[in-house]
């Protein structure tokens, strides 16, 4: 324990909660009562944050914040500090709503500890509503513990129900925030699936909560229903990237098949196209990253002409690339192939299957960027027909592999 803070520290969320769960600690927070926020910059701590300000240790670079609350009088009789006690009872999670002293003692007045036993994300009292967001924070952590068995607490979904349509009136960059976190931890699907499960998904993407119901050939998918296929795409786009952007393309791949004409089901011709205009909805309602809907456009796009790639004319796979900017950026095309990847794989059954086409890719682009300009230059060719010049060297080359 730090001595160079004044006031009672205590070490508090995320820190406590892993460290009973024998997880890695990665990240300290401490809370500290008893002194305020002049006694902290005297002590050489430098302030950062308006609205929720927090206090960077001079040397450690850790977090110290002051309670959000004021000591609450209700603190249960012989309970060490009120301070503490109206801070941990507005936190969302009683596994977030722990603390530890000085001499390590677990301060624990809201059950976390049990509810850790029992492998259970409860809320900690009716302060939970004060945030919808909190609604997402429980799916991401649900989908980060789910395969240590923890669930979500009846009562607890039942008020993520109850709040689920306030979160039409969170600001996008907020769920944004949470959403493209989920999108890291082990199984995303679970983040979706509480969040389809509470009436939140309708409401902060009901893009993919249309897809739902909507079904697919059983011969291509076994597990029929595009909505189920897209979750277990998404799960698959985590184990083979850790490039959150791709989970997030391989989320959105499918959109446009919730708007395919009735009689033609379980069929979805031209999709991709449709699609397109839905990714680009997403991303401007939400504020994705520029970076990232370039990727989930070219995945809606072309993840089709990826699965084909043993049919496509040289010409065709170039246009391809060209329309991914994998010459100048080949990151760009090794996260397309991974989406698609997780596309193909992620049907019942298939998990393991083969995709040659991903190679095949990365060697049309291989080969298109041994191309060079500079000789085609010296030869005298200029604009449209060194373009042409080149285009045609590409196409050979990648014909050639």
């Not at 730090?2 to 508090?12: A, E």
């Not at 993520?160 to 999108?183: H, Y």
Request: aromatic fraction near 6%.
């Amino acid at each position: 324990m730090l001595k160079t803070c004044p006031g009672r520290v205590y070490l508090v969320g995320g820190a406590v909660r892993d460290k009973l769960l024998g997880l890695p600690v990665r990240d300290r927070d401490w809370l500290v009562t008893g002194a305020g926020e002049t006694d902290l910059t005297a002590a050489g701590f430098r302030k950062v944050g308006k609205h929720f300000p927090v206090f960077l240790h001079p040397l450690s670079h850790e977090e110290y914040a002051l309670p959000r609350r004021a000591p609450d009088a209700s603190a249960p009789p012989g309970f060490p500090d009120p301070a503490l006690y109206a801070d941990l009872s507005a936190r969302d999670l009683t596994i977030n709503a722990m603390a530890m002293d000085a001499d390590q003692q677990l301060i624990d007045p809201f059950g976390g500890e049990q509810d850790i036993r029992r492998r259970q994300l409860r809320h900690v009292s009716s302060a939970f509503a004060d945030d919808p967001v909190r609604i997402l924070r429980t799916a991401r952590l649900h989908a980060r513990y789910s395969h240590l068995g923890f669930g979500i607490a009846h009562e607890s979904l039942r008020v993520m129900s109850e709040l689920s349509g306030e979160l039409k009136a969170v600001a996008p960059e907020r769920l944004w925030q949470e959403l493209s976190r989920a999108l890291s931890e082990p199984r995303p699907s679970v983040f979706f699936e509480d969040l389809r499960e509470c009436g939140a998904l309708r409401v902060i993407l009901p893009e993919l909560d249309a897809l739902f119901g909507v079904p697919q050939p059983a011969k291509y998918h076994p597990e029929i229903d595009t909505g189920v296929h897209t979750l277990l795409v998404v799960d698959r786009a985590r184990q083979l990237s850790e490039q959150p952007r791709v989970v997030f393309a391989a989320l959105t791949h499918d959109l446009g098949k919730a708007l395919t004409p009735k009689h033609i089901l379980p069929h979805h011709y031209g999709h991709e196209s449709k699609g397109r205009p839905l990714v680009e909805a997403v991303c401007q309602r939400l504020r994705v990253p520029n970076d990232w809907r370039k990727l989930a456009l070219g995945v809606c796009a072309y993840h089709s002409h990826c699965h084909r790639a043993q049919e496509l004319k040289p010409a065709t796979l170039l246009k391809t690339l060209y329309a991914l900017d994998a010459l100048r950026q080949p990151q760009n095309l090794e996260h397309f192939v991974l989406a698609c990847q997780a596309d193909a794989q992620g049907r019942s059954g298939l998990h393991d299957a083969p995709y040659p086409q991903a190679d095949m890719f990365r060697h049309a682009l291989k080969a298109a960027r041994q191309v060079q300009a500079r000789p085609l230059v010296e030869a005298g060719f200029e604009g449209e027909k060194l373009r042409q010049k080149i285009d045609r060297a590409r196409v050979k080359a990648i014909k050639n592999l």
